[in-house]
């Protein structure tokens, strides 16, 4: 926990209830199945926050194996472009896999040994989780499989072929459109036949409880990081802290502490980047929280992508990690209670922060990622001369390559 | 126990005879269009369903193996969502007349919310419908949908990993009889039935004052005979539904069906 500001009872922001819910969202609506081995899963997720064993064994892969604490830089030349007095990043793209992923991964991998089991499994959109996954069985010596679609395995075949050479088994989803979604309830629907002796390892803050707040719990180390380090440069707490959401991981592992440590007053503006893909307006697109409504889609309640009939509509975005109809539960909360903000970013806008941060800074940013960038002229613009900014840079761009060339970026 | 058919019985109960098992079938609403399926509606109950398991066409059927799954897609694409498909089943009720079997609507929960669980049940309530089965909401969640569907049976699932708890709680909020699913895993045929079946059913009894019926994986007249020896109902949908398209076979076979579960116990 950071040691920045102690939290007190007025101050203390405190989801989800026992039963996973945040507000009205989350919850459990799976098939009866499964409800046992998320019981268990949650008693076995609880007995582990409070097991300094535990505590010890993931604190050490966090640093000597996924490097952390991950440097909180000042891109001043960014700053500078974008009309911020400082931007600082998080630098998650410097992680083990090349993004926050697998602080969750390495979390989950290591409860599913705990508990007995010898098999995982993962869904996987861009391939970012599923890399992570396979790399976290490895190093654990589990048996790993990865549910990804096939547009997707077309779209990100060096992260199929990453999994493979880590001896995963990637098992191809033709279904639907064969996207994350698709992946998902996959994975789910092999989750209900292997359950006795499979860990399902979900990706985001997304799923049915308890895998929002633990997902939540394995990725809050970006934020406490982040308050220590501000504390360190004898920073005063940022005006704004932006990251993008997908599922919501990343942002809420960064949001999070600064719920939970910070009396209302005090807090910085959070933001986080949905991906608005080719509008808001065109039906390609994957904001959930801007043009959605509550729903339930994969065993959570909350703001979803829907049509009339109740069945949920395909997202799209230029980054596979964005293209998720439905967020993580935690955000429609906070969305309803207006503790964060919740911002489109095209795909178009994306990727021109994704060029600035590469020329100005020598970066090569996540698609997903570039999405939190780029409220940064915005953000700068809104709260005047003299802010600070902190972005999390959630992940890394090499697996975006071939996209930013179809892009047009980068040509002579 | 179920009570006699002869008894006015309202609900699902209703299906349920003393002496055998009844047989359930699961149909998809709107597959292949909505006039077949009206017919094989028909057709099921000519053929000697005692109840029937309406499924509503889902985006993302959670629960469904392929055959399912694919019948819902193709519903869906003939403009079939939960709406349709309440009027479909009030359309077969009313022409079936007071014989008709009862009918359970078997949906995903998003489009009840979607519809607003309050109206959601109004319709399906004036529809003449008796129950519902949600695969996706198990009893714990059940609370917002169960206090607007009063007048509605509302089943739940109890499967093989159901702890001993549970299998209780199921017991205790569902209306109508259990719904024993038999194997971990998606709807679907299979060649064999799960083994320790009749052992689960007995475990699940233990807890339960409602009829047992046993769902997911059974095909054909030989299995749905087996289980009718040691369970109060039978469901076979998928192995209906990949006949859906023309009603005459529909008949035929559940006849074959109705036949197995008379056999069962003389
Ligand atoms: C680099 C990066 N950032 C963000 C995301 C979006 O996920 P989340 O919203 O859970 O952080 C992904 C997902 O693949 C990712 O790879």
């Not at chain 2, 055998?20 to 909505?34: C, F, H, Q, S, W």
């Amino acid at each position: 926990m950071s040691d920045v500001f102690l939290p007190s009872a007025e101050m203390a922001y405190s989801s989800p209830d026992a039963q996973g819910f945040f507000g009205p969202y989350g919850g459990t609506f799976v098939p009866e199945t499964v409800v046992p081995a998320l019981s268990e899963l949650a008693e076995a997720f609880c007995e582990t926050l409070d097991d300094p064993a535990f505590a010890a064994e993931y604190g050490t892969l966090l640093q000597d194996y996924v490097g952390r604490p991950t440097p909180l830089f000042s891109a001043e030349r960014l700053a500078e472009a974008v009309g911020a007095d400082r931007v600082y990043l998080k630098r998650e793209d410097l992680d083990h896999t090349g993004a926050h992923k697998i602080n969750n991964t390495l979390g989950q991998v290591l409860l599913a040994r705990r508990m007995g089991k010898r098999r995982v499994i993962a869904e996987t959109g861009a391939g970012q989780h599923g890399v992570a996954t396979a790399t976290a069985a490895a190093l654990l010596g589990l048996e790993c499989a990865v549910f990804m679609g096939t547009e997707d395995m077309r779209r990100q075949s060096l992260n199929v072929y990453k999994m493979r050479l880590l001896g995963a088994e990637v098992v191809p989803v033709a279904d639907g459109t064969g996207t994350l979604a698709d992946a998902v309830t996959a994975t789910l629907r092999h989750w209900v036949e292997r359950v006795e002796d499979t860990f399902y390892v979900l990706g985001s803050a997304v799923g049915p409880h308890p895998y929002p707040v633990m997902v939540r719990e394995f990725q809050k180390v970006i934020g406490e990081e982040t308050l220590v380090q501000l504390q360190g440069r004898a920073e005063r707490i940022p005006d704004a802290v932006v990251a993008c959401v997908g599922g919501g991981s990343n942002a809420i592992g960064m949001f999070y502490p600064f719920l939970r440590d910070l009396p209302p007053e005090k807090r910085p503006l959070l933001v986080g980047a949905e991906a608005a893909g080719l509008g808001l307006d065109s039906d390609k697109h994957g904001a959930s929280l801007a043009k959605g409504s509550p729903g339930v889609l994969h065993g959570f309640y909350s703001y979803l992508l829907q049509d009339d009939a109740g069945n949920p509509l395909e997202a799209y975005s230029i980054s596979a990690g964005l293209d998720y109809p439905g967020v993580g539960p935690e955000h429609s909360h906070l969305k309803d209670e207006g503790l964060v903000r919740y911002e489109p970013v095209t795909d178009t806008e994306a990727l021109e922060a994704f060029a600035l941060l590469t020329r100005t800074e020598g970066i090569i940013p996540a698609i997903e990622s570039s999405h939190a960038l780029a409220l940064l002229p915005h953000l700068a613009a809104e709260l005047g001369p003299g802010a600070l900014i902190v972005v999390n840079l959630s992940g890394r761009g090499d697996k975006d390559m071939d996209i930013v060339r179809e892009g047009g970026l980068g040509g002579e | 126990m179920a009570s006699n058919a002869s008894d006015c019985v309202a609900g699902l109960a209703r299906g349920f005879a003393p002496d055998r098992a009844a047989l359930i079938v699961y149909l998809m609403a709107g597959y292949p269009d909505k006039e077949t399926s009206l017919a094989a509606l028909h057709a099921a109950a000519r053929g000697g369903a005692d109840i029937i398991e309406l499924g509503v066409p889902y985006g993302d059927p959670l629960a469904d193996g392929p055959t399912i799954a694919e019948a819902a897609r193709a519903a869906r694409e003939a403009g079939f969502g939960l709406r349709e498909s309440i009027r479909l089943a009030e359309e077969f009720l009313s022409e079936a007349g007071p014989d008709a079997p009862p009918v359970a609507l078997m949906n995903y929960l998003n489009p009840l919310m979607r519809m607003g669980l309050e109206q959601a049940a109004e319709s399906i309530r004036n529809a003449g419908v008796a129950g519902v089965i949600v695969p996706d909401m198990p009893p714990d969640s059940a609370a917002p949908w169960l206090s607007v569907a009063s007048g509605l049976d509302t089943v739940f699932l109890v499967a093989p990993t159901s702890t001993p708890e549970r299998m209780q709680k199921v017991g205790e909020r569902s209306k109508g009889f259990v719904y024993c699913v038999s194997t971990t895993g998606v709807t679907g045929e299979r060649a064999q039935l799960a083994k320790d079946l009749a052992e689960l059913v007995d475990r699940v009894r233990s807890f339960v004052a409602l009829p047992v019926a046993v769902g997911f994986g059974v095909s054909g007249p030989a299995q749905v005979g087996e289980v009718a020896r040691f369970a109060d109902g039978v469901v076979v949908g998928s192995a209906v539904v990949r006949r859906q398209g023309d009603p005459a076979e529909v008949e035929g076979f559940v006849r074959e069906l109705s036949s197995a579960v008379r056999a069962a116990r003389s």
